[in-house]
Nanobody, 123 residues
Framework: QVQLVESGGGLVQPGGSLRLSCAASGSILSINAMGWYRQAPGKERELVAT???????NYVDFAKGRFTISRDNAKNTVYLQMNSLKPEDTAVYYC?????????????????WGQGTQVTVSS
């Protein structure tokens, strides 16, 4: 019912920057929280940052001071600006959105994930 499409990943040198985008589409009534997660090879998926519809943000320690999450509610889009990238930031980055869908007379909660976008930090 709700699809998320990420873009903006790629190869960047250490110290460089990337901006990830994630657009939600489908039968959306409202989106509460949106967030970014990442999964490095051989590791579990971990939280990077989240943002509420009101703009309140939460970052894990490794993202503080380097990453900035933002969203455009009118476009149902969330962004992740990543600066001062390190090789250890190499991972597949996933977008997540939680909210309420609508289908005819019915509404219900959704918790959707994007397909992931690869970020590689290497010289």
């Amino acid at each position: 019912q709700v699809q998320l499409v990420e873009s903006g990943g790629g190869l960047v040198q250490p110290g460089g920057s990337l901006r990830l985008s994630c657009a939600a589409s489908g039968s959306i009534l409202s989106i509460n929280a949106m967030g970014w997660y990442r999964q490095a090879p051989g590791k579990e998926r971990e939280l990077v940052a989240t943002i509420t519809s009101g703009g309140s943000t939460n970052y894990v320690d490794f993202a503080k001071g380097r990453f900035t999450i933002s969203r455009d509610n009118a476009k149902n889009t969330v962004y992740l600006q990543m600066n001062s990238l390190k090789p250890e930031d190499t991972a597949v980055y996933y977008c997540n959105a939680k909210g309420t869908y609508i289908r005819g007379y019915y509404t219900g909660p959704f918790d959707s994930w994007g397909q992931g976008t690869q970020v590689t930090v290497s010289s």
